[in-house]
């Protein structure tokens, strides 16, 4: 009798915990960046065949290049879009697409692999160079390259995966970007997993937007596992399970109806009054990253916007949105929350959130210290009035408030304040309505701004802490790298002098300071941060149920006391034990759920 094959060996691994939920499904390897590019040989008789495929390629490319050329030049001038034409040249360049010919002819493999083939050898001895113009270069053969193939392979990148897939699946990735999350079909994807990656990287909180389970910083997921298998993801442990065995599955099951039901009795809330046990009133916000989240946002109670991430629309495709097309995303973001206001923060390009767009350096060392959100909008500024006319129009529709991301400096903020100030008149002057009074804020998210508050107050009428970088930034700990994660900790007492100093100051000068930063909707330290006067809480909509229940069962004196112990505590042990404590006096008990 022929032996029944063994079920593969279920294999755990360990990760960062990235957005919570379970999943169970087939594993799609998403290529990230790098065009997963096959070698298979050809007939003889195919090879004009594919000499033609890869003309078709260098065709579309070509088209694609030049509108985006003209949409640059449309939007940033023709120095911008120069790089267009570098690229074009290198798109044509017979020398390499030559050599690919003759490589397709003679070794009888596709055109995709051989074209890679070339690329890779021009990149070699470009990026060899002594020169540094010519060493750029490699830079334009890279981006060529990764676009040609895209089109060549019908990539499986995810900018066209929605067509690509027949069922829903779990993402594995080895470093997925917030652009490539941004692209996903929302409809498809079970759970993303990543081999790269911190709790606070920007495709997790978008994951964490669209309430798909995550984990994160794997190291090797994209090695342990292959297309197909069937892996769980334990988005609250960071595990991920692959080939789980019957007894895995059950406990699982389990879990996944404890969490319904405790999902059941949070949801239960969202219609209740925001107000601790003995009457003091907070407010929830949500964190939305367009129209799509809207909807979400008031199923989870939330009946304003405490951040708007605006690059959202940046990412997604190979342009960035006109004025009208942006004003469009505003006002419908600002319509659907009325009489609720809406925090819309100007673009924070750069860091982790990169795309192709020129206005972009490619490779910098440091990006999160780098070219990044204001500093970049005001060296764009008819990028950035573009966008600060569509939020004034947009203000007409409801009540706005406007908000820059990444304030180090005073004058950033003045000069900010001053291109505003431009585009008020501008649209005065074509007689369109907009908010006069428009409130403007900025974001705490730089240490160095967090100590000019009172400098700062002269010209902006509220805060909102930014914790996502505050602690990169104040730690020195990068927030994407999972090498770090256990560093990335915001029970480190340092910061939490600093999270104290800034609330406490900004109502000394009688500003509110929200927090927009992932802490705010961890109801571990909600309740620590409206013991230090946080004005309002903004997070994920995902989020705002559990942290609405869980400040509902929380009073004034239960918080003074809980702030004292963190106050009086000497390490992040300390720290996360008092905070734990607290917070075990507020959950449900799994042990009075209804048992299934
Ligand atoms: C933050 O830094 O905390 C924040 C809210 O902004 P982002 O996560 O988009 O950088
Ligand atoms: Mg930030």
């Given at each position: ?5 063994q079920?593969?060996?279920e294999?755990v691994?360990?990760?960062v915990?990235g957005?919570?939920g ?11 960046g ?7 040989t ?19 490319t070509?088209d694609q290049l ?16 120069m ?6 040249l290198v798109?044509e360049?017979?020398?390499i697409?030559?050599?690919?010919s003759?490589e397709?002819?003679?070794?009888l493999?596709?055109a995709?692999?051989c074209?890679r083939a070339v ?7 470009f990026s ?7 060493r750029?270069r490699?830079t334009d053969i890279?981006?060529?390259t ?8 019908g ?9 690509h897939?027949?069922?829903k699946v779990?993402?594995?990735?080895n470093d997925?970007?917030p652009s490539?999350?941004a692209e ?8 993303i997993?990543?081999?790269l990656?911190?709790k606070?990287s ?9 309430e ?8 090797e997921a994209t ?5 197909g ?11 991920v399970i ?5 007894a895995?599955l059950f406990?699982y ?5 404890q969490k319904e039901q405790?999902r059941a009795?949070y949801?239960a809330?969202v ?6 046990a003995?009457g003091?009133?907070f407010?929830?916000?949500?964190n939305?990253d ?10 989870r109670g939330?009946r304003?916007?405490g951040l708007f991430?605006?690059e959202h629309?940046f990412?997604?495709g190979?342009?960035f949105p006109?004025?009208?097309e942006?004003?469009e ?5 600002v ?12 673009l924070d390009?750069?860091?982790d959130?990169?795309?192709d ?5 490619a490779d ?5 210290m ?9 060296a764009h500024p008819?990028?950035?009035k573009?966008?600060l006319r569509?939020i004034?129009?947009?203000s007409?529709?409801g009540s706005?408030?406007?908000?820059y991301?990444m304030?180090?400096h005073?004058?950033e ?11 008020r ?8 309505p907009?908010d ?15 100590l000019?508050l009172d400098l700062?107050a002269?010209?902006?009428d509220f805060?909102s802490?930014?914790?996502n ?5 104040l ?8 090498r770090?994660?256990?560093l990335?900790?915001?029970a480190?007492p340092?910061f939490?002098?600093l999270?104290r100093?800034i609330?406490?100051?900004g ?5 509110p ?8 909707g ?6 620590l941060l ?17 942290l609405?229940f869980?400040l ?5 004196a239960?918080m003074a006391?809980l702030?004292a112990?963190v106050?009086?505590?000497?390490c ?5 034990r008092a905070l ?17």
């Open positions: 009798m022929p032996e029944s094959p079920p593969p060996a294999v691994l360990k990760g915990a957005s919570p379970v999943a169970l499904g087939p594993a799609y390897e998403l290529i990230s790098e065009i997963e590019v096959p070698c298979y050809i007939p003889t008789d195919q090879v004009e065949a594919e000499l033609a495929r890869l003309d078709q390629a260098v065709l579309t070509r030049e509108e985006l050329r003209t949409q640059v030049a449309k939007r940033l001038g023709d120095d911008e879009a790089i267009f034409d570098a690229h074009i798109l360049d017979r020398a697409l030559e050599e690919t003759r397709i002819r003679t070794r493999l596709n995709d692999y074209y690329s890779d050898r021009f990149l070699q001895a060899a160079m002594e020169d540094a113009f010519l750029e490699a890279r981006d060529i990764r676009r040609l193939l895209g089109n060549l392979t990539g499986r990148s995810s900018h066209n995966l929605g067509d897939l027949k069922e779990v993402i594995v990735a997925l970007t490539e999350t996903l079909p929302r409809d498809k994807v079970l759970a997993v990543n081999d990656g911190g606070t920007h495709a997790v909180i978008m994951a964490r937007s669209l798909v389970p995550a984990v994160v910083g794997l190291h090695s342990r596992i292959a297309p298998d069937t892996i769980l993801v334990d988005g609250y442990e960071g595990l692959v080939h789980p065995s019957e895995t406990r099951g389990k879990l996944r109806r405790l009795i949801e809330v219609s209740e009054p925001s107000e601790t003995d003091q009133p407010v929830l916000e949500a939305v367009g129209p799509m989240d809207t909807a979400k946002a008031h199923r939330a304003s916007v991430r605006t629309l990412l997604k190979d342009q006109t004025e009208e942006q004003y995303a505003y006002r419908a973001v319509t659907s929350m009325k009489p609720g206001s809406v925090v819309i923060r100007t390009l750069g860091g959130k990169q795309t767009n020129p206005v972009l350096p910098e060392d440091n990006p999160f780098g070219f990044r959100a204001l500093r970049l909008c005001l008819d990028l950035f573009a966008q569509a004034l129009r947009a007409a529709h706005v408030r406007i908000m991301p304030v180090s005073l004058a903020v003045k000069r900010a304040n001053a291109l505003l100030e431009e585009c008149r501008e649209l005065a002057a074509k007689g369109i907009f006069p009074t428009i409130p403007v804020g900025a974001m705490v998210e730089i240490p160095g701004a967090a000019i700062l002269g010209s902006c805060f802490i930014g914790t970088d505050l602690l990169q930034y730690l020195a700990v990068d927030r994407g790298n999972e770090v994660a256990s990335y900790n915001p480190h340092g939490l002098r999270m100093t609330l406490t100051e109502k000394r000068l009688g500003r300071v929200g927090i927009c930063g992932e802490l705010a961890d109801p571990l330290f909600a309740p409206l013991a230090w006067g946080a004005t309002s809480l903004s997070a994920s909509p995902g989020a705002l149920p559990e609405k869980t509902r069962r929380t009073t004034r239960g006391k702030a112990e106050e009086a505590s000497t992040s042990e300390d720290v996360r734990r404590a607290h917070r075990d006096t507020l959950a449900v008990n799994p042990d009075d759920l209804p048992k299934t």
